[in-house]
């Protein structure tokens, strides 16, 4: 679920001054999955500026004790949140892990970088959620290891429906700094956008896999 309060509106002003957020509602992006798209979202843009890097780490250390409770170790999702990971992992005294996409192709064909013991409980720092699809076999990987998935924490999410029932499907947790909704909402009130833009992003995210088609 998405919070809304003061801290997902400052993150919405942060990734929109910084560019981390692209809208384009009339030049649209294409996704990997061929998916056409008004929004880009690279959230490792923040990593380059130390204001934003650091609100975005103390938001996700204070979400993370708050609804998970402090775990034995901090996962994150290869690449995007191995360094927010690292960063929150850091801040609170933790061992940091990360997991990878698919396993190396030579010497130990790791999946998961780092040392989780089964038992030990974790919680898993992702960059962005659209389907949720590849963050859960990061979830996935660690239970095959014997962990025990407190929750995950992500910095933004796209909140589609898809996303929740696959996440509500693997009973796991989920919790995002950022949401769309909030984005958009702060993207008009900032003019960053007009409201026939506003129309737009609100169609794509009812319908994205046909959108622009």
């Excluded at 993370?64 to 690449?79: L, N, R, S």
């Excluded at 929150?88 to 040392?115: C, M, Q, T, W």
């Excluded at 995950?152 to 696959?166: D, H, P, Q, R, W």
């Excluded at 794509?204 to 959108?211: M, Q, Y």
């Amino acid at each position: 679920m998405p919070l809304k309060d003061d801290t997902s509106l400052k993150i919405a002003e942060f990734l929109l001054q910084i560019k981390a957020i692209r809208l384009q509602p009339n030049q649209p992006f294409t996704w990997a999955s061929g998916w056409k798209s008004p929004i880009y979202c690279d959230n490792r843009i923040s990593l380059s500026h130390p204001k934003v890097r650091t609100f975005i780490r103390q938001a996700l250390v204070k979400a993370i004790e708050e609804k998970f409770g402090k775990p034995d170790v901090i996962a994150g999702v290869a690449t995007a949140a191995i360094a927010q990971g690292a960063l929150v992992a850091e801040s609170l005294g933790l061992p940091f892990v990360y997991v990878r996409s698919s396993p190396k192709d030579h010497g130990r064909e790791n999946l998961i970088e780092g040392e989780v013991k089964p038992g030990q409980s974790v919680v898993v720092i992702e960059d962005l959620i659209s389907t949720g699809q590849s963050s859960l076999k990061a979830v996935k990987a660690l239970r095959d290891a014997g962990s025990k998935v407190n929750g995950m924490i992500s910095v933004f999410t796209y909140g589609f429906k898809t996303a929740a029932e696959n996440f509500k499907k693997e009973k796991c947790p989920v919790i995002s700094l950022c949401s769309y909704d909030v984005l958009i909402e702060k993207a008009l009130d900032t003019k960053f956008i007009t409201d026939k833009d506003m129309k737009t992003l609100k169609a794509w995210r009812e319908a994205p896999e046909s959108w622009g088609k």
